[in-house]
């Protein structure tokens, strides 16, 4: 099945040449190729043994796995299947079900909640999971100490302690809706491992989900066996997994194509039509973006004005149609058009070049020179020498870095050595509320390091909107307080979406029996076979 626009007038290489951008786009891509060449495709045979499912993911193995600290593509993935959370969240309908836990989490009272274990739950190395590995794994996520990512998520959270062997109980500040689904940003690893030797669990996690971590290298992938101990609702379907870490898009497809894989995540959109004559290729929409990062520390771009100009000079609808194939939706709203919580936000960026010269003019900007950092990912790539026209076409010279996404960040974005960046993000792996996903962007790392926003008072406003909407009882009152947030970092496009996209990926369904596509980065596996 494909959802996408097959054979409906002329191919991306066709408009990119039209537009002039063709030589452009090959001297990008000829510069990256000579900072170093495709991963390894590693070794296996077409098909493999019909007790292993073999995957294709579309990013390289950064950092380690331990999920107090972890969030690149490949080990949010691979957490899915081998740590679990005690309440989860399904990875393709993003609604939660216990996973750890024996049942939902009891309401004592307003601000206390008691969780049990589930019985008999038990890590791989045969340990069981106990109230104490709970506390642990929640309160090294809550030490300010170890830096943990996700630490942002919990604000509500006051302590965690142990009633008894097999449960414990939260006590909040204040009463928190979303109690129950918040839980899934903190999976529980074993505490007596983790305080043995926390860099040998960070390269190789010990956990309780349906799947065991072999092996995992940059070169050769990752592999995973069945957990014999397993006893929770997910139990695995297929006695192996090895995912390969395919970066280049071409070999991705012929690795499925040849029957080496039976599934990979991010079908480039020029191969979309050709690869569903060999196997199941789907469209899905994602919170997934592209957005645009100003350094606001930084002149011009500390005005709202100029930045609101360089969202206005660029043709998305252009951008979406050549690049994307179609494949994605026009920011209105920091959420997408699908979302539970989306609203249209008071401002929203149509193309419109008159306006972004005016909006120059008004905050007396001329002559304006730009680098616009990118990473390297395909779309992206794809999308720089549009945006660079775009700006062009207004007076703003606009010179283009591409690069590997890890060193942009840590060279360019985190020393505060960049002006303007456009670059993917997709917080929906943690989850898929509203709060969560604003959380994300607009507290902690992103306003203090990256966008220098944290300091103005709309920024401060944002996080007491969200602050103020996690306290809110009410859906309908909550609901306002975060559009009126939704409508502050649209107006404001410190740090800003220029459209959301959709997914594609491919998978041999005769194969994997079970199998769905998710709307995030990432594939997989729970209750999926092999045939």
């Not at 609702?233 to 029957?259: D, F, I, N, Y």
């Not at 149609?321 to 939706?329: I, K, Q």
């Not at 005016?358 to 905050?363: Q, R």
């Amino acid at each position: 099945m494909t959802d996408l626009q097959p054979g409906r007038g002329p191919t991306r290489r066709d408009l990119l040449r039209y537009t002039g951008l063709l030589g452009a786009a090959a001297t990008i891509s000829a510069g990256l190729a000579a900072c170093g060449g495709p991963s390894s495709t590693g070794s296996g045979g077409s098909g493999g043994a019909k007790d292993t499912i073999q995957a294709a993911l579309a990013y390289a193995l950064s950092g380690g796995f331990d999920p107090m600290t972890a969030s690149s593509a490949v080990a949010v993935a691979a957490n899915l299947h081998v740590l679990e959370a005690l309440v989860d969240l399904d990875p393709i309908t993003r609604r939660p079900y216990n996973a750890l836990a024996k049942a939902a989490p009891e309401k004592v009272d307003g601000t206390t909640y008691r969780v049990a274990i589930r019985d008999g739950a038990a890590f791989h190395d045969g340990s069981p999971v106990t109230a104490d590995d709970v506390v642990f794994s929640f309160e090294r996520v809550l030490d300010p100490g170890n830096a943990s990512l996700f630490v942002q998520f919990l604000p509500f959270l006051d302590g965690v302690r142990k009633v008894d062997a097999n449960t414990v109980e939260f006590k909040l500040k204040y009463p928190f809706a979303l109690f129950g689904e918040r839980l899934s940003v903190v999976r529980i690893v074993p505490k007596k491992i983790v305080e043995a030797d926390r860099k040998r669990f960070d390269a190789l996690p010990v956990g309780s989900g349906p799947y065991k971590l072999v092996s995992a290298n940059a070169t050769d992938g990752l592999a995973f066996a069945r957990s014999a101990g397993y006893n929770g609702p997910r139990p695995a379907k297929a006695a192996k997994m090895t995912w390969l870490l395919l970066a280049e898009p071409s070999t991705r497809v012929t690795a499925l194509q040849s029957g080496r894989v039976q599934a990979i995540e991010a079908v480039p959109y020029l191969n979309a039509e050709a690869l569903s004559k060999a196997a199941a290729v789907e469209s899905v929409q994602s919170f997934g973006l592209l957005f645009l990062m100003f350094n606001c520390k930084a002149k011009p771009f500390d005005d709202v004005r100029v930045r609101q100009a360089l969202h206005y000079a660029l043709d998305t609808d252009k951008l979406i149609r050549t690049a994307l194939l179609g494949n994605a939706a026009a920011a209105t709203s920091f959420l997408p058009a699908g979302h539970p919580d989306y609203v249209r936000a008071s401002t929203v960026y149509g193309y419109d070049p008159g306006k972004a010269r005016e909006l120059l003019s008004d905050a007396g900007v001329s002559g304006l020179k730009v680098e616009l950092v990118t990473t390297d990912t395909d779309f992206v790539k794809d999308c720089a020498p549009l945006i660079k026209q775009s700006w062009d076409a207004v007076g703003v010279a606009t010179m283009l870095n591409v690069g590997q996404s890890g060193g942009q960040y840590s060279n360019r974005v985190d020393t505060g050595k960049y002006q303007v960046m456009a670059a993917p993000g997709d917080p929906s792996v943690f989850g898929n509320d509203c709060d969560l996903l604003m959380r994300w962007f607009y507290v902690g790392t992103w306003p203090e390091h990256r966008s220098y926003s944290s300091g103005t008072a709309q920024a401060r406003r944002v996080v007491g909107l969200l602050d103020e909407a996690a306290r809110e009882p009410d859906a309908a009152a909550r609901r306002e307080l975060w559009r009126q947030a939704i409508d502050i970092v649209a107006e404001q496009a410190a740090l800003y979406p220029i459209f959301h996209r959709r997914l594609v990926t491919g998978w041999k369904r005769d194969a994997l029996p079970g199998f769905r596509p998710m709307s995030t980065t990432g594939l997989s596996f729970l209750d999926v076979g092999r045939r």
